[in-house]
Each structure stands twice: as structure tokens, then as C-alpha cells.
């Protein structure tokens, strides 16, 4: 995230306003560039308490483990580390953890990075965008389709209904908090 665009982001959650009001009152800050930049932060918080908000019966919330150690302001943890917004790769994964999994106990790691690194599918991932594209993950912009955490293990299928119903959840949200924050 870009310095101004960290030092400016407070303002919002205190204020309670939109990116562009607190911009306008702001010296200096008048740039096109920096209010898109804020707009898209803006959008993509908006859609993580989207998602902190909403519960789904048969699956649980990230923040119902380990005292929501995982809880994060993403729509999925997974963007912890691969967060960049204006990346030319974008990563979309099915979902994040599962219950089996996040029940075992806590995984520093998997706090620290987002994504546990010792998974296949994670090192597969890190793998094809080094030798495809030349980036790490960190380069990316990686997130979730699936926001809840499913029962069972990992490797557990979600049916497709709920699939196709987070993607147009989210989507919904995303394009009303767009027209609201341009």
C-alpha cells in the first residue's frame, strides 16, 4: 500500500466518511490517482465487513477460532500475503481453511502469512507464478471466492449452489459500495 494511502486511511474509519469528503478537505491531496487508490481500499474494507457481518448456516465465520486470532480486514486471510491491489496478477482461490483444520490449534504462520506454506496447494501456487510469471505471491492480489470456513478437512468439497451464491453476494456488494464510494 502506497505511503500516502496508509497515512490518509484513518481518517475514514474515524470520521466515517467516504474517501473523496475526507480527500476534499485535505491540502494537497487532489490527485486523481491517490483517490482512486483510496476508493479501492475503501471498496475491498467494505467488502471484508461485509463479510464479518454475514453468517451462513453450515459454515462458520474465520473469526470463530482460536479467539478470531485469524479474523483479518480482508475478505480472506489469504490476501495478508498476496495484498497487492495493483498487481497484474490477480489469484483466486475456492476458500481459505477448514473446520478440521483451523480446530487443530493455532499455526503462527498461517497468522502471520495468510496461507500456510507448507500446504500443496500453496507451494503448486508459489511455484507457477515463479516460473510462469516471475513473481512471488506477494506480487499478487490473492483472495477467496468462498468466505466461510467449511466443515470437515481441507480438501472438502463446497457445492457449486453455494459457490455461485457467495460469488453473486459479494459481487452485489461490491458494485453497490462502488457507486456509493465514486
Known amino acids: 500500500m502506497p505511503l500516502t494511502a496508509q497515512v490518509i ?3 475514514f ?3 466515517g466518511a467516504e474517501p473523496r469528503s475526507v480527500l476534499n ?3 494537497g491531496f487532489q490527485s486523481a490517482t491517490i483517490c482512486r487508490e483510496l476508493n479501492k481500499h475503501h471498496r ?3 467488502l471484508a465487513k461485509h463479510r464479518q457481518a454475514t453468517r451462513w448456516p453450515h459454515y462458520k465465520s474465520i473469526a470463530d477460532y482460536q479467539v478470531g486470532v485469524y479474523e483479518c480486514d480482508f475478505v480472506s486471510p489469504f490476501t495478508i500475503g498476496a495484498g497487492n491491489v495493483d498487481a497484474d496478477v490477480m489469484v483466486l482461490l475456492q476458500d481459505w481453511s477448514s473446520d478440521d483444520e483451523l480446530t487443530r490449534g493455532l499455526d503462527a504462520e498461517t497468522r502471520r502469512l495468510g496461507y500456510s506454506p507448507t500446504q500443496p496447494t500453496s507451494r503448486n501456487l508459489e511455484r507457477l507464478l515463479t516460473t510462469t510469471f516471475g513473481l512471488s505471491l ?13 466443515p470437515g478437512n481441507v480438501s472438502g468439497r463446497i457445492p457449486k449452489r453455494d459457490l455461485i451464491e457467495a460469488a453473486r453476494e459479494l459481487r452485489s456488494h461490491r458494485l453497490n459500495s462502488s457507486a456509493r464510494s465514486s
Not at 506477494?138 to 483472495?143: A, E, L
Open 13 to 15: 474509519a474515524v470520521l
Open 138 to 150: 506477494s506480487d499478487s492480489y490473492g483472495t477467496n471466492l468462498f468466505p466461510f470456513v467449511k
Open 44 to 46: 475491498l474494507r467494505t
Open 9 to 11: 486511511r484513518y481518517p
Open 25 to 27: 478537505r485535505l491540502p
